[in-house]
């Protein structure tokens, strides 16, 4: 089956720890993105990329990372300058430049312990 | 930029009953308007949308509406039944990237 795949579920960190959230598609998209979803706040964009090898950031970029190396592969890094990181985040992806309905992975939870 | 405002934030129906869900947008240049539903621990799935170029769009028992002069656009969800609970978020896009500006989300729960 086609789709997006978001690992790990749920994810620990211990503060000033980085820690690198993986999404793959197989759908052959070539624009992916990552949210951010927190409790009555919506998503809010943190990164997408167009295509390989190219990234821009969205409206709250800063403390993460990410790199596309292959079209399939978007992981996003969550590094210890990002002060509040416990939250809900969504990888997405689109088919092309002109089709904007995004399907979205199941998500991973990430807790700052 | 782009700024969606979504109402209510929770909706409480009776099962059978319709639920109507509001969003408005700032940006006169929003040019596609999709709908999701996010079931618990999931991610967004996309249940309709609807371009700038038509009125009104329906699929089954789930209808949208764009008012593009007045800058507002609503879901309709006819006949509601215990598995149309979840959170639907609305959205608005300028550009071809898909790169949307979500509402904050409404939880709708249905009780039987």
């Known amino acids: 089956d086609g789709g997006i795949t978001q690992s790990p579920k749920y994810l620990f960190r211990k503060e000033g720890q980085n820690v690198t959230l993986s999404c793959e598609q197989n759908?052959?998209?070539?624009?992916m993105y990552w949210y951010r979803q927190d409790p009555g706040q919506g998503l809010r964009l943190i990164y997408y990329?167009?295509?390989?090898?190219?990234?821009q950031k969205g409206d709250i970029a800063e403390g993460y990372s990410v790199s596309r190396e292959k079209k399939e592969s978007f992981p996003l890094t969550v590094t210890s300058a990002q002060k509040n990181p416990t939250a809900f985040y969504l990888c997405?992806?689109?088919?092309?430049?002109?089709?904007?309905?995004?399907?979205f992975g199941q998500g991973t939870r990430l807790t700052v312990v | 930029g782009e700024n969606v405002e979504q109402h209510p934030s929770t909706l409480s129906v009776q099962e059978g009953d319709s639920a109507v869900i509001k969003c408005t947008y700032s940006?006169?240049?929003?040019?596609?308007f999709p709908w999701y539903k996010q079931e618990l621990g999931k991610g967004p799935q996309l249940i309709i949308d609807?371009?700038?170029?038509?009125g009104e769009k329906k699929d089954q028992r789930i209808a949208v509406t764009l008012n593009k002069t007045a800058k507002h656009f609503s879901l309709h969800i006819t006949e509601t039944q215990p598995e149309d609970s979840a959170v639907y978020f609305c959205?608005?896009?300028?550009?071809?990237?898909?790169?949307?500006?979500f509402g904050a989300g409404t939880q709708v729960v249905v009780t039987p």
């Open positions: 990329s167009q295509i390989v090898n190219d990234f």
């Open positions: 997405a992806s689109t088919p092309a430049p002109m089709d904007t309905e995004a399907f």
């Open positions: 759908l052959n998209h070539d624009a």
């Open positions: 609807i371009r700038s170029n038509v």
């Open positions: 959205a608005a896009s300028t550009d071809s990237w898909g790169k949307f500006q």
């Open positions: 940006d006169s240049a929003s040019n596609y």
